[in-house]
């Protein structure tokens, strides 16, 4: 049967014994900030050389000022993934589902489920949660 | 001749020095996430679904794929959207809806693992071997490609840039394993958006929209037939640019390429592995199906409209190779600012070329070679530190396989020859072992060799001239059908002359015997249900394919 294989509960048990998932996963950054960022930064820079550009590079692509209306796109996208990132943070959402997360019983798969940018998952899955919480915290449950 | 280096300034290069950066500071900063093999191998399998959907598509997203996609859409039209709404997404919604159960709920760290357990070791070693050099041959095709683009558009010399561009993905995918290969996946799909939409949209109104681009493509060598998907298939009168006849497109295409690429390769499953549960990983090819839907719309387009604007794109003046279409596009119509993000955009997918044929190649090895056979009992921490050796000696072989690369003209028909050998054959194995009890370890073992072989042997034979076909493409079709029916054969025959394994010892592994997700009382609102997403994506291609019949 597959969850018998040794070679699985090896790495299955390795990955039980560093600390919760909630403490892992509190090391994961939170993509949306990055590509928010990234966005941010081009979307300022090509607003700006749409601005200013010249009209023999407007007349180069069709008459379409492209910098300025690409630069506009990535600055909204920019602001989606930005406002994603700060209305439902990563650090808030990973203590409250840390707490919950109750540490593995032998034999058993870890459980699943906290991680970065699972938001809001916690919230529904909460009153399950609860029901689990009996296994308590672990020590480093707090870590940042 | 046309000139195709790009006019380049500090702006640009800024745009991609940034974008270096940032992807460099990923894999540090995932470094500081991994503790175990786990973590390193399939990102402790915590990732929520959007990221591993994105990372999905877009480990697909080689620069092979967005150049040749652009360069059919020139040669053939509408057409080529085949390629996406038969010829991907079926098989996406299989994987995600019918497969995964058994990859996931199994816990088998990667694909030739599942062999491991279904069968038994011979054919797993055969398939992990097979795999690794598939892996690093593709991973060789990438950089190659790579390096031809930015000696074109750049000049820098090919060594330079095969360099650079390993230099660059040893670095991240080394220090931060899988995590790092994913969060860069999903970063590349927003640039390579970025990239290909707004020159869709200038290239649009450049030509009068759509209706004034149909003009255009009709006065064009392709005509009236490159503006339908399916029209002129039928078989003994197909007048399709495609050349081929419907069966050809949804048996060959759409059934064994598709699903043997889609289902079987690990550089594409291991993504979905690293979901963070049994929904979020059937969800991974889902989501990833999504944008697949809408990708013809700014990969396909760019080709045609390259063939209504550059005069003589396609004949066999230097530089002026279907293959160049969106570079010469992009030297038509950017200005300086959009133009580095277009270059940023190409070079990000060609290292998502390289980053998840590299990343699947590290698993592979440490799991499923030096783990179980050669290297047995090591702490958790060694198999990390050998994933590392893994990923840079990978890249450098793959510095090497670039220059076997370089012997071909054509890379997308190369391409697909390796996958008809490699895919095709492993798909017919996979769907009889997870839907027949009886098959047995043997019969995995021995359909696997007769298919692999078979694929070859036709390969071979149509390099040497021993066997015609009627194109490259045409010999990769065949080739994998023929692979695919000759394992299907072997392994019945070969099933019914040995014993199977007990009932009791694939559980979890076959149909009918799913392990049940721990994860299932988490209710899911009512838009996370995977049937629900996979129905209305293929409603979703049926009805584009019917608009653009």
């Known amino acids: 049967m597959a969850e018998s294989d040794p070679l699985i509960e090896r790495t299955e048990a390795a990955a039980g014994t560093s600390g919760t998932r909630a403490a892992q996963a509190a090391n994961l950054f939170d993509l949306r900030r990055i590509i928010g960022g990234v966005f941010l930064v081009w979307g300022v820079a090509l607003s700006i050389l749409g601005v200013t550009e010249s009209d023999a590079e407007i007349a180069k692509a069709a008459d379409v000022n492209i910098n300025l209306w690409a630069g506009l796109g990535m600055l909204a996208i920019s602001g989606c993934f930005l406002l994603w990132a700060f209305t439902r943070p990563l650090g808030e959402e990973l203590r409250a589902a840390g707490e919950g997360e109750p540490s593995a019983p032998p034999g058993a798969p870890a459980p699943r489920g906290v991680d970065a940018a699972a938001l809001g998952s916690h919230q529904r899955s909460r009153r399950a949660r609860e029901d689990r919480t009996s296994g308590g915290g672990e020590g480093d449950a707090g870590r940042e | ?549």
């Open chain 2, 1 to 549: 001749m046309q000139d195709v280096r790009l006019d380049t300034n500090f702006i640009d290069y800024a745009i991609l020095v940034t974008y270096f950066a940032v992807v460099l500071g990923v894999g540090f900063a995932a470094k500081r996430y991994i503790h175990t093999s786990l973590d390193y191998f399939l990102s402790g399998r915590s990732l929520p679904a959007w990221i591993t959907g994105l990372a999905f598509i877009s480990a697909n997203l080689g620069a092979i794929e967005v150049l040749g996609m652009a360069a059919n859409g020139a040669q053939y039209g509408v057409a080529t959207v085949n390629y996406y709404w038969i010829g991907a997404i079926p098989a996406m919604v299989f994987l995600g809806l019918v497969m995964m159960p058994f990859y996931y709920g199994s816990k088998v760290r990667s694909v030739p693992e599942y062999l491991r357990l279904r069968f038994n070791n011979s054919s797993h070693i055969f398939n992990s071997v097979t795999f690794a050099i598939a892996t690093i041959l593709i991973a060789g095709v990438n950089l190659y490609a790579l390096a031809l683009v930015l000696e074109l558009l750049l000049g820098w010399p090919i060594i330079v840039g095969i360099i650079v561009a390993a230099v660059i993905v040893a670095t991240y995918i080394s220090l931060g394993g899988l995590s790092s290969a994913i969060y860069n996946e999903v970063l590349q799909f927003f640039v390579i958006l970025a990239a290909l939409i707004p020159l869709t949209v200038v290239g649009l109104v450049d030509v009068g929209g759509w209706d004034g681009l149909q003009d255009r493509i009709r006065e064009s060598s392709i005509g009236e037939a490159g503006l339908h998907a399916l029209e002129g298939t039928n078989p003994g009168d197909v007048t399709n640019p495609i050349g081929a006849s419907w069966i050809g497109i949804v048996f060959g295409l759409g059934f064994v390429l598709a699903f043997g690429y889609w289902t079987t390769n690990f550089a594409e499953v291991q993504r979905a592995l690293s979901a963070r549960n049994l929904s979020a990983a059937q969800r991974t090819p889902l989501i990833g199906a999504f944008p697949k839907l809408f990708l013809p719309f700014v990969m396909i387009l760019p080709g045609m409209i390259a063939l209504a604007v550059i005069p003589g794109l396609g004949s066999d003046q230097p530089n002026m190779e279907y293959n160049n279409a969106i570079p010469l596009l992009m030297n038509e119509y950017l200005p300086n600012g959009m133009l580095g993000i277009a270059l940023t955009g190409l070079m990000a997918s060609f290292m998502a070329g390289v980053a998840a044929n590299v990343s699947a190649f590290n698993t592979v090895v440490t799991t499923d070679l030096v783990e179980p056979y050669l290297k047995r009992d090591q702490t958790d921490e060694w198999y990390v530190n050998f994933g590392r050796y893994a990923t840079l000696g990978g890249i450098g072989i793959g510095i090497f396989t670039a220059l076997i690369a370089s012997l071909y003209d054509n890379l997308m028909n190369y391409l697909q020859a390796l996958f008809s050998i490699f895919n095709a054959p492993l798909f017919a194995t996979f769907i009889i072992g997870m839907f027949w009890k009886r098959m047995t370890p043997a019969a995995g073992l021995w359909g696997l060799i007769a298919g692999t072989v078979t694929a070859a042997a036709l390969f071979i034979g149509y390099k040497a001239g021993w066997i015609g076909f009627g194109s490259d493409l045409d010999e990769s079709m065949w080739g994998a059908g023929s692979a695919f029916v000759v394992d299907a054969a072997v392994t019945v025959v070969v099933t019914y002359m040995t014993q199977p394994k007990p009932v009791e010892q694939l559980q979890g592994l076959v149909y009918g015997m799913a392990n049940v997700d721990e994860n299932a009382h988490v209710r899911l609102r009512w838009w996370e249900s995977p049937k629900l997403l996979g129905f209305t994506t293929l409603a979703g291609a049926a009805i584009l394919t019917i608009v653009l019949w």
